[in-house]
């Protein structure tokens, strides 16, 4: 150790250093503290008095056999500290911790050699939450989860940090509303994997710890993870925190705005988002129905009818890919074709990446490397626009997809440029006036992309959803490109469509400027045959989150199978989305202690109460009661008011927004 800086150290923290052996910083909501020797970082939050611990290392990372201290104390100032760390036994860091914001202490990470190879190694220990009702907050390829932090076996072990829907995992007691939020502000290389261990008890629980992975296998740039310690308000309030960041980062760009860059948004807003069938004949049909918008997907036969469903106020979409491509055969180069195996990505060993293999496995597509993008995304918007009056572009697989390195000498790629290339592409359609869409939702999208398919999904769907097979029943097994699959139908009730794990944390952060909807395998209408009661769920889980149902118009979807169901489905949810599109969600609660009943507040004022029990529940929206069946509902707000609930034994569906009125009695 560099004695001079120890010195130095031991003056400026007199009140807080209680020796040589420890180091501190305080402001005035936190409290650091660190022991050198052990390794033991405690944070005390002061407004709480709650003092979050790491575990003192263990087995790999300190021990009896690591080196003592574990800590190097660098320097001390009043406003950081400057330690170093050695990692894994074999990476030395130096690590700058601060305290930047009032709840918020920073741990940057730098190699002294930025080349230096580490592979993946671990980072500092996890803080970790004992209480009875903790759990992981986290939005994990869905809109957002709460993961009880002692399930056993816990159900996600690691989350790649580059697919974190929003980087960041939160920890949170349910029943006093303290909580961290750990925000990875370097997402691109990292993950986060949930470290066992064992609790007051024996209580077996798990925790948060950062691993960091090599960019191209070197440790590279400078590191950084951002804590923020919440006194109360639990996972709401870790989102509202993650919004102020993703504000202070340009992310939050609100509806409103982009509506004023393109007025075509507009007929997003209160749009079911509808695949199948594009024609002029399904559109007039849909329009006598009373469908009034509608966001259609694919091509008419003419771009002529294409303007005539434009004019019925839809608005006009089409399905478009430049992951997934196959052997151009003129040489020439667009959405689907280029030059193999030239333009796809290299992996480190020089093999080319595989994408989408096809349901009879005669087709594999391969990876095309994404620093090509954006030229054959210019081509094609030039091409296609000359020719069709589009108004909207869905780009797939951008957006869904994890983050990785291309190591063709002629076009090479790290990930962080990978995450770059997604906007480029966007650009493409956004820059000539297209509202454009997504599959699946990831931070870095939300000022380019305007809609998002598969976020209000639960993350794994337990049926090819993705090759489009419906299940016929809750067990039906399928086999297929990727093998034998069983439908676990359980786990798709628990964590997919239970109501009792799942939070909008995606929408407590990012409704107001891009609006969300289901997989395609996982539509509203997708399970009429296995399970047609989990549509008035979905429907229920979009009036709570004020999203738009997605629904399909061909053989296997409810406008040709049941068209009560798809006219049903859009009464109720897309009058709210409209009344509230633009609203940011301020708040989500569960009313009840089983989590059957939860409740939503909107900025312009509207509140959404739900009720996805068995059990009839009494509840008050404004100053009204309403007793609710099984996902019924009450919303009231400025623009709208809607309930499904019971008169007697008559289940009543009102809606009330401007002119439109429904009334409906069962
Ligand atoms: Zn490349």
Not at 406 to 412: G, L
């Amino acid at each position: 150790m560099n004695t001079s800086a120890c010195r130095t150290a031991v003056i400026l923290c007199s009140l807080a250093c209680a020796g040589a052996h420890g180091a501190s910083l305080e402001n005035r909501a936190l409290r650091l503290d660190i022991a050198l020797d052990t390794g033991r970082v405690t944070v005390t939050e002061k407004s709480s008095k709650r003092v979050w611990e790491q575990p003192v290392p263990a087995g790999n990372v300190g021990g009896a056999s690591a080196p003592r201290p574990l800590y190097r104390l660098l320097a001390q100032k009043k406003s950081e500290l400057e330690l170093e760390r050695t990692f894994d036994k074999r990476v030395t860091l130096r690590l700058r911790f601060t305290l930047p914001g009032a709840s918020d202490l920073r741990i940057e990470a730098t190699a002294d050699d930025p080349k230096t190879l580490i592979g993946e190694i671990s980072f500092l220990e996890p803080f970790v939450l004992n209480a009875p009702r903790g759990v992981l907050a986290v939005a994990d390829y869905s809109d957002g989860h709460l993961y009880p932090l002692d399930t056993q076996p816990f159900p996600r072990g690691t989350f790649s940090g580059d697919r974190l829907d929003m980087p960041w995992v939160g920890l949170c007691d349910l029943d006093t509303g303290c909580g961290y939020l750990l925000l990875l502000e370097t997402s691109d290389d990292a993950s986060v994997t949930m470290q066992k261990f064992t609790g007051k008890n024996g209580r077996q629980l798990v925790a948060p710890m950062v691993r960091w992975r090599g960019q191209k296998g070197a440790f590279g740039y400078t590191r950084s993870v951002l804590y923020h310690f919440a006194p109360k308000g639990g996972y709401v309030a870790l989102c509202k925190r993650y919004r102020a960041y993703a504000k202070e980062h340009g992310l939050i760009v609100p509806l409103a705005d982009k509506l004023k860059k393109n007025p075509n948004l507009a007929r997003l807003f209160g749009a079911p988002d509808v695949w199948g069938n594009a024609s002029l004949a399904f559109a007039q049909e849909a329009k006598a129905a009373g469908v009034e918008k509608m966001l259609i997907h694919g091509k008419p036969k003419k771009p002529e009818e294409m303007r005539a469903i434009n004019d019925l106020g839809y608005l006009t979409s089409e399905y478009d890919n430049y992951t997934d491509i196959l052997q151009t055969k003129d040489g020439k180069i667009d959405h689907q074709h280029a030059i193999l195996p030239d333009h796809a990505v290299m992996l480190k060993d020089g093999e080319r990446m595989k994408a989408w293999l096809t349901w009879d496995k005669k087709t594999q597509f391969m990876k095309r490397c994404p620093m090509l993008w954006e030229e054959a995304a210019k081509a094609t918007a030039e091409k296609v626009l000359s020719e069709w009056p589009f108004i909207g572009r869905f780009v797939d697989v951008t957006t869904a997809e994890g983050l990785y390195e291309c190591y063709d000498p002629k076009h090479p790629m790290t990930r962080t440029q990978k995450r770059e290339c997604g906007p480029a592409l966007h650009r493409a359609f956004r820059d000539r006036k297209l509202v454009v869409g997504g599959e699946h939702g990831i931070w870095w999208c939300v000022p380019w992309v305007d809609y998002i398919e598969g976020m209000q999904s639960g993350g794994n769907a337990s049926w090819p959803a993705g090759h489009l097979i419906h299940p016929k029943s809750k067990d039906e097994e399928f086999e297929g490109a990727w093998g034998k699959l069983k439908t676990k139908w359980e786990q798709y009730a628990k964590w997919g469509i239970g109501h009792e794990y799942r939070a909008p944390l995606w929408e407590l952060v990012f409704h107001d400027c891009i609006v969300s909807t289901w997989y395609w395998g996982d539509a509203s209408d997708w399970l009429l045959d296995a399970a047609p009661e989990i549509t008035p769920k979905k429907d229920a889980f979009n009036i709570l989150y004020g999203t738009i149902p997605l629904l399909w118009a061909n053989k296997g979807g409810s406008w040709l199978k049941d068209r009560a169901v798809f006219l049903r489905t859009y009464r109720n949810t897309c009058k709210l989305h409209e009344a509230v599109a633009t609203a940011e969600l301020l708040s989500h609660e569960f009313v009840t202690p089983d989590h059957a009943v939860q409740r939503t507040r909107f900025s312009d004022g509207t509140e959404c109460v739900v009720n996805f029990g068995e059990k009839p529940q009494r509840v008050k929206v404004g100053r009204q009661e309403f007793l609710l069946p099984q996902n019924g509902w009450a919303v009231k707000g400025p623009k709208i008011e809607q309930s499904r609930a019971l008169d007697g034994d008559k289940q009543v569906t009102k809606i009330r927004a401007g002119k439109y009125q429904f009334p409906e009695t069962r």
